[in-house]
């Protein structure tokens, strides 16, 4: 039930979202924030992502790459969404993304192979630069050794602003 909650949840949202639909182009986020935020080992994180147009039934091909402050480090690819209210101004946008983690001197999440899932909110200006929050969470659905899967979390500050044409 735990894994089907958010997919029931991002069906909800979808459901009563007044727009789905982005008008805006390539996007480059910049994010700072903290690394398994509800564990012991907490550890300052910052990231980089770039999003494209919306493409495949409005959805976002994405990609980035993050760091933390104990040397740890992952790659990803995946899809994002844009759910708009007020008048195109708040934006939720979830996402999910499959990558390689490199533990570094930080968190053993239990294989290489990890899944980030979770969501930005974020409020548009006129520029169509974005500033808001992000909440994500690394799992590596028990492919590691025994099943290993502690996963971890991360609160993060975001902006992001338009690059291309759109």
């Known amino acids: 039930m735990k894994r089907i909650a958010p997919a029931l949840a991002a069906a909800a949202l979808l459901a009563t979202s007044p727009a789905v639909a982005a008008e805006t182009g390539h996007l480059l986020d910049v994010s ?32 980035g790459v993050m760091a933390t402050t104990d040397s740890a480090a992952y790659g990803y690819a995946g899809l994002a969404l844009e759910i708009w209210w007020l008048d195109k101004r708040v934006v939720l946008t979830p996402s999910a993304a499959v990558g390689a983690y490199h533990r570094g001197n930080g968190k053993d999440l239990g294989h290489t192979l990890e899944f980030r899932t979770g969501a930005a909110l974020q409020y548009r200006m006129d520029n169509d630069a974005r500033v808001g929050i992000a909440f994500h969470h690394l799992s590596n659905a028990g492919l590691g050794k025994n099943k290993k899967n502690p996963g971890a979390e991360s609160l993060m500050l975001t902006y992001s602003w338009p690059i291309g044409s759109r």
Do not use: H, S, V
Not at 45 to 50: H, P, S, T
């Open 32 to 63: 700072m924030g903290i690394f398994d935020m509800l564990d012991d080992g907490a550890a300052g994180e910052a990231r980089l992502e770039w999003r494209g147009k919306p493409a495949l039934w409005w959805f976002r091909p994405m990609a």
